[in-house]
């Protein structure tokens, strides 16, 4: 017979609370840091403000080391709070063929306002990732990294930031990784009801890969792109031209996110994501432009698959999938 005691109503609603809190801190910290960069550059020359200023650069240029324990505390509690909330559900049509000891390059799509299933479910600690893929890192937009309130934990989940260096070394050290192969371009094009995935120019992931050894494994994350509502500026008011301006110079498309009352609490909607077959690729070092777009196409009809197959199952048989 179990000693534990159930808790208290008062200590379920502390412990959702907290859960609903650590979930929401990975987009209010870039949100809040923004926020405070600007008010500082805004305040200058105020002391606050110059004090502000260096403590973010010191943060930036700080190495990052060996994760505390309490820290690991935290994003694990993050991450399976993550998993609770969206009411993750995982999908492998082929478990057995994902195995310990082959490298993958995991293409996730779509990229949505915001991949939230990159930090939720690709790591150490998320329970139903398959366990070939338990220390797989993820490939980010390097801009995170220049923020001090997400660097360190960002690093501590195994977030890398997307270069071609990083990519390369991973690779050539035997680790995984996963990634959004249409990128933030995919937010230039993103429309209510419909999932567009800007692939069909995305040799780069494809290219490394091979030259590695790595398989490719397609994934889909299903209901990703409801977890935040999301404003994009745009014509009449803003040109395309700008806006995509903006996005290279940056390093982000200048959107406006939200979600549950208007916060950075993310709309509790169910999560669905469906790995496909690992598609087989040899070891070239270097590989030509059309063994590039062979298996660049394999990796695209493997997503329409996807989303043709599960879409109902996901609850979204209205939604237009294409790829561009």
């Known amino acids: 017979m179990s000693d534990t005691k159930p808790r208290s109503a008062f200590m379920n609603w502390l412990y959702e609370l907290l859960a609903v809190l650590a979930i929401s801190y990975w987009v209010g910290s870039l949100f809040i840091q923004t926020i405070g960069t600007v008010i500082a550059l805004c305040c200058l020359p105020s002391k606050l403000a110059v004090l502000y200023l260096a403590w973010q650069v010191l943060e930036v240029v700080r190495p990052v080391g060996p994760t505390p324990k309490l820290v690991e505390r935290f994003l ?3 991450v399976q709070s993550a998993t609770r909330y969206f009411s993750l559900k995982v999908i492998c049509e082929d478990q057995d063929a994902i195995q310990h000891g082959q490298t993958y390059v995991v293409g996730l799509e779509p990229h949505s306002a915001l991949p939230t299933a990159l930090p939720m479910m690709f790591n150490r600690f998320c329970e139903v990732l398959p366990s070939p893929l338990r220390d797989i890192k ?5 801009v995170a990294f220049y923020m001090p309130a997400t660097k360190h934990l960002w690093w501590g989940l195994g977030i890398r930031p997307i270069d071609k260096r990083s ?10 990784v996963v990634l959004v192969p249409g990128g933030l371009s995919e937010c230039m094009i993103m429309k209510k009801g419909q999932e567009a995935m800007y692939l069909r120019k995305r040799l780069g992931f ?6 590695h050894g790595a398989h490719l494994l397609p994934a889909f994350a299903f209901g990703q792109s409801d977890t935040y509502s999301w404003y994009r500026p745009g014509p009449p008011l803003v040109p395309v031209r700008v806006v995509d301006a903006v996005r290279k110079v940056l390093g982000f498309v200048p959107l406006t996110m939200w979600g549950r009352f208007g916060t950075p609490v993310p709309h509790k909607v169910p999560m669905m994501v469906v790995f496909g077959k690992p598609i087989v690729l040899p070891k070239l070092d270097d590989p030509s432009q059309d063994e590039i777009k062979k298996y660049l196409n394999l990796y695209i ?20 999938f294409k790829v561009l």
Do not use: M, P, W
């Open 76 to 78: 694990k509690f993050s």
């Open 167 to 176: 990519f390369g070394d991973l690779l050539k050290a035997k680790n995984s």
């Open 301 to 320: 009809t493997a997503i329409e698959g996807l989303c043709e197959r599960y879409k109902h199952q996901a609850g979204y048989g209205d939604t237009i």
């Open 206 to 211: 494809v290219k490394l890969a091979l030259q």
């Open 138 to 142: 993820i490939l980010a937009t390097s």
